[in-house]
């Protein structure tokens, strides 16, 4: 049996896009509304409790993947048991805006793992 922090589940997917105008029309096509965010910099669309962001470039976190996020009530404790467990950080946690945490580990094969607090 394991203990610790709760983990929610996916509710956040990342993609990097390389023509953001493009990948807009796409994601609004296939999920059926128009984005909640609209921004050069990111788009992010909400549809049944997920959030599917679209990230020019990569964004900031240097993103050649898409990335999952996990949804998780204590980052920090989180953080912490994963790296115990043997995941390496990658981004540690920082506010992305409207108090919403997120960091950026990767387990020991090098896969990325997003975790994120609201």
Known sequence: MTTGTRTTGIKTVLHPVSDLAGARAVY???????????????????VAGQHVGLVPGGGPQGLTSSLAYWHVS???A?????TAAGATVRQPAQDVGGGRLVATLTDPDGNLIGVLQD
């Open 74 to 76: 204590d980052i920090e």
């Open 28 to 46: 609004a096509a296939l999920l059926g509304v128009e984005p909640q965010t609209d921004a050069p910099y990111y788009v992010g669309f909400d």
């Open 78 to 82: 989180k953080v912490a048991e994963l």
